[in-house]
T-cell receptor
Framework: DVKVTQSSRYLVKRTGEKVFLECVQD?????MFWYRQDPGLGLRLIYFSYDVKMKEKGDIPEGYSVSREKKERFSLILESASTNQTSMYLCASSLNVATGGNEQFFGPGTRLTVL | RKEVEQDPGPFNVPEGATVAFNCTYS??????FFWYRQDCRKEPKLLMS???SGNEDGRFTAQLNRASQYISLLIRDSKLSDSATYLCVVPGGYQKVTFGTGTKLQVIP
């Protein structure tokens, strides 16, 4: 059974704190993604990675950074959390498109609240 | 035109009804399309892929209309368990996809 796991289901942080969200997949997928989902706005891509140590900005990268040191792990970092980063964060992975990818498998999400 | 657009709904339908959702996309070069289902407070999960020739899986049928640049999802004999948000997904660049904002379906007893 394919699996994407995220380090926390719920997280409460204070403004200005540095926040780490971890994502691990066990499917040997090349691609990994971080999205945030807000009511009425749908899923918006923050960053993605198509290989170890490779990263690409998505549509809303401001205020975020990422790290991919190992193929199975993709971390999202909020350098200095702000209240407008309160959201549901979803991690996903997929195969490389050239090898039949595009279907994305999601983790259960982390609901982050910044006070 | 947005990359992908969906009617947000909600669609409130009685059990047993047939309901259809459309999703329009702007990139005419798009090749592969999907419908995802997302239950309340859960992650999206793949419902079905959309092929050029259409795709049927039980009560669900997905169609692609390249000329008019839309994909559709038809649900026959709606069940209470079909209540969810349905996300349209189109290719969005190198290794990426773009998700629609979703159409909410509520099946009523």
């Amino acid at each position: 059974d394919v699996k994407v796991t995220q380090s926390s289901r719920y997280l409460v942080k204070r403004t200005g704190e540095k926040v780490f969200l971890e994502c691990v997949q066990d499917m040997d997928h090349e691609n990994m993604f971080w999205y945030r989902q807000d009511p009425g706005l749908g899923l918006r891509l923050i960053y993605f990675s198509y290989d170890v140590k490779m990263k690409e900005k998505g549509d809303i990268p401001e205020g975020y950074s990422v790290s991919r040191e190992k193929k199975e792990r993709f971390s999202l970092i909020l350098e200095s959390a702000s209240t407008n980063q309160t959201s549901m964060y979803l991690c996903a992975s997929s195969l490389n498109v050239a090898t039949g990818g595009n279907e994305q498998f999601f983790g259960p999400g982390t609901r982050l609240t910044v006070l | 035109r947005k990359e992908v657009e969906q009617d947000p709904g909600p669609f409130n339908v009685p059990e047993g009804a047939t309901v259809a959702f459309n999703c329009t996309y702007s990139n005419s070069a798009s090749q592969s399309f999907f419908w995802y289902r997302q239950d309340c407070r859960k992650e999206p999960k793949l419902l079905m892929s959309v092929y050029s020739s259409g795709n049927e899986d039980g009560r669900f049928t997905a169609q692609l209309n390249r000329a008019s640049q839309y994909i559709s999802l038809l649900i026959r004999d709606s069940k209470l368990s079909d209540s969810a948000t349905y996300l349209c997904v189109v290719p969005g660049g190198y290794q990426k996809v773009t998700f629609g904002t979703g159409t909410k379906l509520q099946v009523i007893p």
